[in-house]
C-alpha cells in the first residue's frame, strides 16, 4: 500500500479540481483571430491526405501529443492506462504528469507505467525543473526516464504555480546551469516545458544555449492554474491571491509566432488551450511541429479508453479536413499556408 505524501494529496486534488470546477483562463489561445484562406478548388483527394510526420526520430499518424497530466496516485493509474491504449492505437506521442511522486514513493511507480500498453508510441518522462534546487540531479532524471522507458525527459517549468501554493518550491536561481548540466548527462533529449503561462521567446534562447531540444510553449488559454490554485486553497487570502492572476501569462499563439521566429529550427510544441484539430492545424501553419492536447482527454480517460479513442478521431478528423479546404496534401504544405490575423 502507498503512503500518502504531500505530493500525492495534491495531484489527488488536482485531478478533482480540473475534473469538476471551472479553471479555464480568461485569457484565450489567440487562435480563434487568425483564419485560413479557404481553397474552393482544393486539387487534391481528401483519401490521400496525409497528416503524419517524424518527431524525435518516431513516426506519429498525426502531429499530436497527449499533454501531460497526471500520475503518481492510484488513481491516476487507469486514467494512464486508457490514454496509453488509445496512443498507441492512433499512433500519437504522450507526455506523463511529473513522476516527483513516484521518486519520493517507488511505490507509485506503476501509475506511470504504461509502455507495455504502448510499446511504440513516443513518450515524455516529466520532472519540475525546479526540483533541481531542491536535491534532485542528473539520478532522479535518470530514474524517471528509465521508470517508463520514456523518449525523452520534460523539465517543467512553473513558476507563478509554485508562488501561488503555500507549499510551493519557489527557489529558480541558478536553474539554466542545472538544466544544461542534465542536457549534456542525459542520453534522451530534453523538452522544456511551461504549465499554462508561456515560454517566451528571449527564455526559449537561453532554454536552447543551455541544451535544450525542444521547447513547448504551453501558453495561456487553456487551463489556469492560478484558479486550480484558488479552488485548492483553504485560506480565503489566499484563493484570493490566486483568483488575481487569472489572466496573467502570454496567448500560445502568440508564442508559437516569436518562438519560431527566433529559434527557426528548433522542433517546437504548441499547447495550451488547443481543442481541435483545427487548432493544431493553425499552430503548425504559424510555425509549431505538433500540438499538445491535455483537458478534454483527461475528461475522456476517466471514462474509458473508447472515449478517449473516439475524441483522437474527432481531433484528427477535424484537421484532415482543415487540410483539404485549404489544399494542403501533407504537413510541408501546410506549414506553407498562410493565416489571415483577424483584428
Same mark, same amino acid.
Request: aromatic letters at 4%; charged letters at 20%.
Given at each position: 500500500?502507498?503512503k500518502v505524501?504531500?505530493?500525492?494529496?495534491?495531484?489527488?486534488?488536482?485531478?478533482?479540481?480540473?475534473?469538476?470546477?471551472?479553471?479555464?483562463?480568461?485569457?484565450?489561445?489567440?487562435?480563434?483571430?487568425?483564419?485560413?484562406?479557404?481553397?474552393?478548388?482544393?486539387?487534391?483527394?481528401?483519401?490521400?491526405?496525409?497528416?503524419?510526420?517524424?518527431?524525435?526520430?518516431?513516426?506519429?499518424?498525426?502531429p499530436?501529443?497527449?499533454?501531460?497530466?497526471?500520475?503518481?496516485?492510484?488513481?491516476?493509474a487507469?486514467i494512464?492506462?486508457? *490514454?496509453?491504449?488509445?496512443?498507441q +492505437?492512433?499512433? %500519437?506521442?504522450? =507526455?506523463?504528469? &511529473? !513522476?516527483? $511522486?513516484?521518486?519520493?514513493?517507488?511505490?507509485?511507480?506503476?501509475?506511470?507505467q504504461?509502455?507495455?500498453?504502448?510499446?511504440?508510441?513516443?513518450?515524455?518522462?516529466n520532472?519540475?525543473?525546479?526540483?533541481?534546487?531542491?536535491?534532485?540531479?542528473?539520478d532522479?532524471?535518470?530514474r524517471?526516464?528509465?521508470?517508463?522507458?520514456?523518449?525523452?525527459?520534460?523539465?517543467?517549468?512553473?513558476?507563478?504555480?509554485?508562488a501561488?501554493?503555500?507549499?510551493g518550491?519557489?527557489?529558480?536561481?541558478?536553474?539554466?546551469?542545472?538544466?544544461?548540466?542534465i542536457?549534456?548527462? *542525459?542520453?534522451?533529449?530534453?523538452? +522544456?516545458?511551461? %504549465?499554462?503561462? =508561456?515560454?517566451? &521567446? !528571449?527564455? $526559449?534562447?537561453d532554454?536552447?544555449?543551455?541544451g535544450?531540444?525542444?521547447?513547448?510553449?504551453?501558453?495561456?488559454g487553456?487551463?489556469?492554474?492560478?484558479?486550480?490554485?484558488?479552488h485548492?486553497?483553504?485560506?480565503?487570502?489566499?484563493?484570493?491571491?490566486?483568483?488575481?492572476?487569472i489572466?496573467?501569462?502570454?496567448p500560445?499563439?502568440?508564442?508559437?509566432?516569436?518562438?519560431?521566429?527566433?529559434?527557426?529550427e528548433?522542433?517546437l510544441?504548441?499547447?495550451?488551450?488547443?481543442?481541435?484539430?483545427?487548432?493544431?492545424a493553425?499552430?503548425?501553419?504559424?510555425?509549431?511541429?505538433?500540438?499538445?492536447?491535455?483537458?478534454p482527454?483527461?475528461?475522456?480517460?476517466?471514462? &474509458?479508453?473508447?472515449?478517449?479513442?473516439?475524441?483522437?478521431?474527432?481531433?484528427?478528423?477535424?484537421?484532415?479536413?482543415?487540410?483539404?479546404?485549404?489544399?494542403?496534401?501533407?504537413?510541408?504544405?501546410?506549414?506553407?499556408?498562410?493565416?489571415?490575423?483577424?483584428?
Amino acid at each position: 500500500m502507498s503512503k500518502v505524501t504531500p505530493t500525492s494529496t495534491r495531484k489527488t486534488n488536482h485531478i478533482r479540481i480540473n475534473l469538476e470546477e471551472e479553471v479555464q483562463s480568461d485569457l484565450t489561445t489567440g487562435l480563434e483571430r487568425f483564419r485560413f484562406t479557404h481553397n474552393a478548388v482544393p486539387e487534391i483527394d481528401f483519401r490521400q491526405i496525409d497528416p503524419s510526420t517524424t518527431f524525435l526520430g518516431k513516426h506519429l499518424s498525426f502531429p499530436l501529443l497527449i499533454s501531460s497530466m497526471t500520475g503518481g496516485i492510484e488513481a491516476a493509474a487507469a486514467i494512464n492506462h486508457s *490514454l496509453a491504449e488509445a496512443a498507441q +492505437a492512433m499512433g %500519437v506521442a504522450m =507526455g506523463l504528469g &511529473s !513522476q516527483r $511522486a513516484a521518486i519520493e514513493d517507488p511505490s507509485l511507480e506503476p501509475t506511470f507505467q504504461i509502455r507495455h500498453l504502448a510499446p511504440d508510441i513516443l513518450l515524455f518522462a516529466n520532472l519540475g525543473a525546479v526540483q533541481l534546487n531542491y536535491g534532485y540531479g542528473i539520478d532522479q532524471c535518470r530514474r524517471a526516464v528509465d521508470m517508463i522507458e520514456a523518449d525523452a525527459m520534460i523539465l517543467h517549468f512553473n513558476p507563478l504555480q509554485e508562488a501561488l501554493q503555500p507549499e510551493g518550491d519557489v527557489n529558480f536561481s541558478d536553474l539554466l546551469r542545472k538544466v544544461e548540466s542534465i542536457c549534456s548527462q *542525459l542520453d534522451v533529449p530534453v523538452i +522544456a516545458k511551461e %504549465v499554462g503561462w =508561456g515560454i517566451s &521567446s !528571449q527564455v $526559449a534562447k537561453d532554454l536552447v544555449e543551455a541544451g535544450v531540444s525542444v521547447i513547448d510553449v504551453a501558453g495561456a488559454g487553456g487551463t489556469s492554474w492560478a484558479q486550480v490554485e484558488m479552488h485548492r486553497s483553504q485560506d480565503e487570502i489566499q484563493a484570493q491571491l490566486a483568483a488575481n492572476f487569472i489572466g496573467w501569462g502570454n496567448p500560445t499563439s502568440e508564442l508559437v509566432t516569436d518562438v519560431r521566429q527566433a529559434l527557426p529550427e528548433i522542433p517546437l510544441i504548441a499547447s495550451g488551450g488547443l481543442r481541435s484539430g483545427i487548432d493544431i492545424a493553425k499552430c503548425i501553419a504559424l510555425g509549431a511541429d505538433m500540438g499538445g492536447i491535455a483537458g478534454p482527454f483527461l475528461k475522456a480517460a476517466v471514462q &474509458s479508453t473508447e472515449v478517449v479513442m473516439a475524441t483522437l478521431k474527432k481531433v484528427e478528423a477535424e484537421m484532415r479536413i482543415c487540410m483539404f479546404a485549404t489544399g494542403s496534401p501533407n504537413l510541408t504544405a501546410l506549414s506553407q499556408t498562410e493565416l489571415r490575423h483577424i483584428t
